[in-house]
């Protein structure tokens, strides 16, 4: 095994401590709008749906790569669930908060996990520069990271509620930045790769904690009339 196969080992674990890290982040996010009995499950199906969306993914690489907007498409999702998120936290109305079930909680998961585990598996694919068994490997270390980041996350999240700013605030930041990365964005808006990248990742950020702030103003508002 030469430097190149170690160089690759080092930048696929990189990369899944990185980017696993947000599939967590939405995994919890999402269960900690369940009642307590069904987070253990919610955070289990939805890493299961995060680990089972990178195995097909890492199966159609290829075809995936040529696919024009699915970035954009995954990336404009998660930042509407990043601001969902952040909206049902400023509201006052625990009837809304309440209905949050297990099947639909694993639905948002799932597609939200859909543009972040593709990054995550393109990234793979690029570092293992054709090896399956680089590529297998980058594939199966995501799977504990996701489950253990997920339940250490949400454990956090139930005792400081104000976690929840943050982690959505992340997810927009990782919304805009998937956004940035698609071939359709990069085609049409005439900006340096680098600049592309952050201007979209801070736009996402700012639109989500922007969204939270004006709701928690407007109930405010509601709340003293």
């Known amino acids: 095994m030469d430097a190149n196969f170690w160089a690759a080992l080092a930048g696929i674990i990189w990369i899944d401590l990185l980017l696993s890290g947000d599939n ?21 199906l939805g890493a299961s749906a995060a680990v089972g969306l990178r195995i097909i993914f890492a199966f159609c690489v290829a075809w995936l ?15 509407w669930v ?17 209905s949050t079930t297990l099947l639909g909680a694993v639905t948002t998961i799932a597609i939200a996990d859909a543009g972040m585990s593709l ?31 997920s339940a250490l996350i949400s454990g956090l999240l139930a005792r400081f509620p104000i976690l929840i700013w943050a982690g959505a605030a992340l997810l927009g930041w990782v919304a ?16 340096d790769e ?5 201007a979209f990742a801070a736009a996402g950020l700012a639109i989500t904690v922007a969204l939270g702030l004006l ?11």
């Open 65 to 79: 790569m040529a696919v024009p907007g699915l970035s954009l498409i995954g990336g404009l999702f998660l930042l």
């Open 215 to 225: 709701i928690r103003l407007r109930h405010a508002r509601t709340a003293r009339a």
């Open 119 to 149: 990054d995550n598996v393109l990234a793979i694919a690029a570092l293992s520069h054709g090896n399956i068994y680089l590529m297998a490997f980058g594939v199966l270390l995501s799977i504990p990271i996701v489950i253990a980041g």
């Open 82 to 98: 990043a601001a969902k998120l952040v909206i049902d936290h400023g509201a006052e109305d625990e009837e809304a908060k309440a």
């Open 24 to 44: 967590a982040v939405v995994i919890a996010m999402v269960c900690s709008r369940l009642p307590p009995a069904q987070r253990r499950m919610g955070i289990i």
């Open 194 to 198: 680098h600049a592309l990248h952050y």
């Open 176 to 191: 805009g930045s998937i956004i940035a990365s698609d071939s359709y964005v990069k085609a049409y808006v005439p900006m």
